[in-house]
């Protein structure tokens, strides 16, 4: 008993360690053991593609429900191509420790790699995986506890048939394996609505001829259809762009990195890189889709009519790609994606029409329409935005359901050119658009002449059964080459009046209306407008007398009188400002047309009331609102601001890892800069050399006040200054009177006859007896352009007499302040 008892202790051992390593590796598991209940000599056969997999059934419960697959939106069929979020999670408190996930096609067992269906692709690495020994299922990359687990699948191409998603559960020893169930999924194939296109680009098109095209883009995208933190003032379709093209060249596709054309087109709204982009590829362009942005971005139709642009495409450039960013947002976008407008019966699609759903261009990591700048790094891949991405993300729905469509695009063909291979037309429209491709190959016209299109053909000239002429005429837009001439811009044929022809010719073909004009009045009645054109007139000339346009009353808010404030229809009402319990909701409307008198409208355009959302439940990540930005931190010039928010769920919910901080530049009016000066000079020398004088100093401007500062002091300063005293003695007073008199007449008689410069010379030697100077010399240059300089100039002795005094006859230099005005 005890070896038994041994034995039994080390063969449960041996079978943990078994049961741990099936854990790490699935594949060991898989290969090794399973707890299977199907027969020993079964498992004993070889193994085909994947075969271990579809046999780890193992024990079971009836009736569990506590593990679902789900698929994104629940559909009950798959667009071929398209790429959907599978998510495989436990209901509290159940949790597994493995998985795994396959996609297999109807009927197929998995024993050939032809057997699966359309491609997973991993989210997180850190917990899923592709199987080593089974390429095509998932697995989890360690084994641990864990209630999700989510991976993207992109659908089989057409004609793929029924698929069914599967996945098996590990939980401590029991592995489930459902074949129906919330473990399995089952989808078909969505039939295509119009079904001269093409799901996934032809490898070759066999059209002939070329088809043109009209693309309409019908923004829905909208507070009343999107509520959720809608933004209400910025909101805008950018510039579209896009081109008809070959299959050499993709503008953008699911699962490949933007450009740095579409990075400018997804966070800027800027198409100018783009079209550089397109316009390089050469041959591989036959038409430049252009459509203008859109503000705001949905308004009526019979306010702004949808935007749309014409396109070319022949046999190989049969694709056609756009898109436009809906802003504000981080990066997200709408377009095709080389949708393909040939048919499998070598013709030209009629019409193909496209539900669109906003996708992530993989360049920020924003979650909301105005989240900050913050750069993915490394740039992710383009990927459809879900319902599940992200508990703030305006498309969140708990539920998984699928996003509403923000936009639709109509692509219908409007001509076709040249030999086509189906001649069989689709319609009356298209005979038209045949005949008139036929009567412009016939058109011999120089590519040097540009024209506009013919105009409709004229009614007859003859009333009766005689022969008359109909006429048509073109205008010539452009001669890009004079050597060549231009034909004439008339054509004439000859016609017969009406009733005269054999066959019934009086049919007229009109084009269809177009949408109505806007009403003529904004408050009360009045009338709007509708027009359509003649597209083919009757073949026996006869006039066209269907109408080509109709008018009718319309009225514009019933309730407005033309001298009251005319607002517009109230608003949707905002969404809860609290996500559970006690909350405020407000709706706005504007004014529309103010009182002509010039006063203030009176009525209410903004309401505010409560509203009552469902019991709070914290979950992870439940964020507060954002505070207001703080002061900024410097009272002048540039510093910075914060603004915080706090994490409302328990920590021992999960780890959050939003910011809880945000800051940013902020920049106030300039700081005030006072005046500043150098050091003082030293005093210059006595301007006089006898007597009082006086001495300057300055000092210079180094920085002017700006923004307000302190002004500029004072930047010369003069003080009094005393040599000697002049003429000392009396003896000596009276000589030098005498002196002077005697010096003075021999000045006069000198300047009589020598002149004035003569004259200042006995000047200077009179005020210097015994001295012969010479005349001051000019002011120099000013030493500073502005905030006070320095002039001087200098007298120099000539002669020196032998009664002089050596002081007296001392050299002289005179200094003066220059330029004092501030700089």
Request: proline content about 6%; some cysteine; hydrophobic content about 30%.
């Amino acid at each position: 008993a005890r070896m038994s008892n041994a034995s039994l202790r080390h063969s449960g051992i041996f079978l943990c360690i078994l049961l741990l390593q099936c854990f790490i590796s699935t594949a060991l598991c898989n290969a090794g053991f399973a707890f299977t209940e199907e027969p020993s000599e079964r498992a004993g056969k070889s193994d085909g593609y994947c075969g271990r997999i579809l046999r780890a059934q193992g024990t079971r419960k009836e009736g569990y429900n506590e593990f679902r697959l789900r698929v994104e939106g629940d559909p009950e069929n798959y667009q071929p191509g398209s790429t959907y979020r599978v998510t495989l999670y436990a209901s509290s408190p159940a949790y597994f420790r493995g998985f795994t996930l396959i996609a297999l096609r109807e009927g197929r067992e998995g024993d050939k790699e032809e057997d699966y269906a359309g491609n997973f692709q991993i989210i997180d690495e850190e917990d899923t995986q592709f199987m080593i020994n089974c390429p095509p299922a998932v697995t989890e990359s360690t084994p641990r506890r864990r209630t999700r687990i989510q991976v993207f699948w992109t659908a089989p191409p057409s004609a793929s048939g029924c698929v069914t998603l599967k996945a098996s559960i590990v939980q401590k020893r029991i592995i489930y394996f459902q074949d129906e169930g919330s473990l399995t999924k089952r989808m078909c194939e969505k039939e295509s609505l119009y079904g001269e296109t093409t799901e996934k680009p032809l490898l070759d098109c066999c059209a002939c001829g070329t088809a043109k095209y009209r693309v309409t883009f019908h923004g829905n995208w909208s507070e009343k259809v999107h509520p959720k933190d809608y933004p209400r003032r910025a909101n805008h379709w950018s510039a579209i762009i896009g081109a008809s093209h070959s299959k050499n060249y993709v503008l953008w596709e699911y699962g490949g990195y933007a450009s740095e054309g579409i990075k400018k087109v997804a966070e800027l709204g800027s198409p100018v890189s783009m079209e550089e982009e397109i316009r390089q590829k050469g041959d591989d362009v036959l038409t430049v889709i252009k459509m203008k942005a859109q503000w705001p971005a949905w308004q009526p139709l019979n306010v702004r009519a949808a935007p749309s642009a014409e396109f070319s495409v022949d046999r190989t450039r049969h694709l056609m790609s756009f898109l436009t960013m809906l802003g504000p947002s981080p990066d997200w976008n709408v377009g095709l994606s080389a949708e393909d407008l040939c048919t499998k019966e070598c013709g030209w699609a009629q019409r193909v029409v496209q539900d669109m759903i906003p996708w992530d261009a993989g360049t920020d990591n924003g979650v909301t329409y105005e989240s900050p700048n913050k750069p993915t790094v490394p740039q992710e891949k383009i990927r459809p935005l879900t319902s599940l991405d992200h508990p703030q993300s305006p498309f969140y729905d708990p539920e998984g359901g699928a996003i509403t469509p923000v936009a639709r695009v109509v692509v219908e063909r409007i001509a076709r050119k040249g030999e086509q291979c189906n001649v069989v037309p689709d319609n009356v429209d298209d005979i038209v658009a045949d005949i008139a491709q036929e009567e412009k190959e016939e058109d011999d016209t120089p590519e040097t002449c540009i024209y506009s299109n013919w105009s409709p053909w004229s009614a007859c000239s003859s009333a009766t059964c005689d022969k008359g002429k109909r006429m048509r005429q073109r205008m010539l837009k452009a001669q890009l080459d004079l050597s060549v001439p231009c034909p004439h811009t008339q054509d004439f044929e000859p016609c017969m009046g009406p009733g005269c022809s054999d066959e019934e010719g009086s049919t007229c073909t009109m084009s269809e209306w177009i949408t109505w004009s806007p009403c003529s009045m904004s408050c009360g009645m009045g009338l709007r407008s509708r027009e359509r054109y003649v597209k083919q007139f009757p073949d026996d000339g006869s006039v066209c007398t269907l109408p080509t346009e109709e008018n009718e009353k319309c009225t514009v808010n019933e309730e407005c009188t033309p001298n009251s404030c005319l607002v517009t229809e109230w608003g949707e009402w905002d969404s809860c400002s609290a996500t559970c319990g006690l909350g405020m909701k407000r709706r706005e409307r504007m004014v529309k047309m103010p009182p002509p008198d010039g006063s203030i409208c009176g009525a209410e355009v903004l309401e505010v009331e409560k509203c009552m959302m469902p019991e709070c439940h914290t979950i992870p990540c439940m964020l507060s609102p954002w505070s207001d930005w703080s002061d900024c931190s410097v009272t002048c010039g540039k510093g910075m601001r914060t603004r915080q928010r706090m994490l409302k769920s328990p920590v021992e919910l999960g780890e959050c890892t939003e910011d809880l901080e945000q800051v940013e530049k902020c920049m106030l009016p300039e700081c005030p800069t006072d005046c500043m000066v150098s050091e003082w000079t030293e005093w210059s020398e006595c301007n006089k050399s006898c007597g009082k004088g006086h001495m300057i100093r300055t000092r210079m401007v180094k920085l002017e006040p700006q923004f307000g500062g302190d002004s500029c002091p004072e930047t010369v300063q003069r003080k009094k200054c005393k040599i000697r005293k002049c003429n000392r003695g009396g003896g000596q007073g009276q000589v030098n009177s005498d002196e002077k008199k005697r010096r003075k007449e021999a000045r006069e008689k000198r300047r009589s006859k020598q002149g004035g410069r003569q004259g200042e010379e006995t000047t200077s030697t009179a005020e210097h007896p015994g001295c012969k100077m010479r005349p001051w010399s000019s002011w120099t240059d000013c030493t500073k352009l502005c905030g006070g300089g320095i002039q001087e100039r200098l007298m120099t002795a000539k002669r020196r007499l032998k009664s002089a005094q050596l002081p007296s006859c001392k050299d002289r230099k005179e200094i003066r302040a220059c330029n004092v005005h501030p700089c």
